[in-house]
């Protein structure tokens, strides 16, 4: 196989490049890529926004609550349980769940509340359902709210990670959320329970940073990972505007 290099700013080489697979693999440059798999992805001098802003519309259309009133965060503050009237049809919510699910790959805002959501997939109940609907009503409010990856973004990477003590009311269990920044962009978060029972909040927190190498605390009104451990109410777009989540859609 020829050797091609490829230096920084080298335009030719990268016309070479794509000549290149072009004429060895029948590969062919399609131009600037603008929607993959449900993600959209727009250019600008700021950087790449990715959304799913389709795919949102269609989950707020199908469940019909296009012409409801949207909320303006995605779960009360209020811990659900297993226990309400079970679901005569739970495909239904388990449809809904998923479809969520992959929404979250571009919406870290939902991540939390999908978690809590699929913890129910086996037997959902009626609370359960109308909690997933109230996230499809927040997503009415900003159905093209996305990540903009920033162009002038530095290397230095940021994490921030929290925990709630026994966040989970039926198993006793934890939920641990991060987040890293690459720069000013969000480029990975999570939500997920412990696989054992912390003792105290003191413990919870230990187990939620494992791995770190360097830890530093954080007052609660900055830290970013409550977003992914909770549900917030009234601070939650406080915080989603610091993780950099924006809507392009929306008007200014």
Same mark, same amino acid.
């Given at each position: 196989?020829?050797?091609?290099?490829?230096?920084?700013?080298?335009? +030719?080489?990268?016309?070479?490049?794509? *000549?290149?697979?072009?004429?060895?693999? $029948?590969?062919?440059?399609?131009?600037?890529?603008?929607?993959?798999?449900?993600?959209?992805?727009?250019?600008?001098?700021?950087?790449?926004?990715?959304? *799913?802003?389709?795919?949102?519309? +269609?989950?707020?259309?199908?469940?019909?609550?296009?012409?409801?009133? !949207?909320?303006?965060? !995605?779960?009360?503050?209020?811990?659900?349980?297993?226990?309400?009237?079970?679901?005569?049809?739970?495909?239904? #919510?388990? %449809?809904? @769940?998923? $479809?969520?699910? #992959?929404?979250?790959?571009?919406?870290?805002?939902?991540?939390?509340?999908?978690?809590?959501?699929? %913890?129910?997939?086996?037997?959902?109940?009626?609370?359960?359902?109308?909690?997933?609907? $109230?996230?499809? %009503?927040?997503?009415?409010?900003?159905?093209?709210?996305?990540?903009?990856?920033?162009?002038?973004?530095?290397?230095?990477?940021?994490?921030?990670?929290?925990?709630?003590?026994?966040?989970?009311?039926?198993?006793?269990?934890?939920?641990?959320?991060?987040?890293?920044?690459?720069?000013?962009?969000?480029?990975?978060?999570?939500?997920?329970?412990?696989?054992? @029972?912390?003792?105290?909040?003191?413990?919870?927190?230990? $187990?939620?940073?494992?791995?770190?190498?360097?830890? *530093? #605390?954080?007052?609660? &009104? *900055?830290?970013?990972?409550?977003?992914?451990?909770?549900?917030?109410?009234?601070?939650?777009?406080?915080?989603?505007?610091?993780?950099?989540?924006?809507?392009?859609? &929306? !008007?200014?």
């Amino acid at each position: 196989m020829d050797d091609i290099l490829i230096t920084g700013n080298n335009i +030719e080489s990268i016309k070479g490049l794509k *000549q290149f697979l072009h004429t060895r693999f $029948r590969i062919k440059d399609l131009g600037d890529l603008k929607f993959f798999l449900g993600i959209e992805i727009a250019r600008s001098k700021k950087g790449i926004y990715i959304s *799913q802003r389709k795919y949102a519309l +269609e989950i707020i259309k199908d469940s019909g609550y296009l012409g409801d009133k !949207p909320v303006e965060f !995605p779960m009360e503050e209020c811990r659900l349980s297993n226990t309400g009237e079970l679901l005569k049809d739970p495909c239904i #919510y388990q %449809r809904l @769940v998923g $479809r969520l699910i #992959y929404l979250t790959i571009t919406r870290p805002d939902i991540t939390y509340s999908v978690h809590i959501l699929s %913890r129910f997939m086996h037997e959902p109940r009626q609370p359960h359902m109308a909690a997933a609907l $109230r996230v499809v %009503r927040y997503l009415k409010s900003a159905p093209g709210q996305g990540l903009l990856l920033h162009s002038n973004n530095s290397l230095h990477l940021t994490a921030f990670c929290d925990s709630d003590w026994v966040g989970c009311p039926i198993t006793r269990r934890s939920t641990t959320g991060y987040c890293v920044f690459l720069g000013k962009s969000l480029i990975s978060w999570r939500t997920k329970r412990q696989k054992t @029972v912390s003792l105290s909040s003191a413990e919870a927190e230990y $187990r939620a940073m494992a791995g770190e190498i360097a830890t *530093q #605390y954080v007052i609660s &009104s *900055q830290q970013l990972a409550d977003v992914f451990t909770k549900a917030l109410g009234e601070k939650f777009k406080q915080l989603m505007c610091k993780l950099g989540v924006i809507d392009i859609h &929306s !008007p200014t």
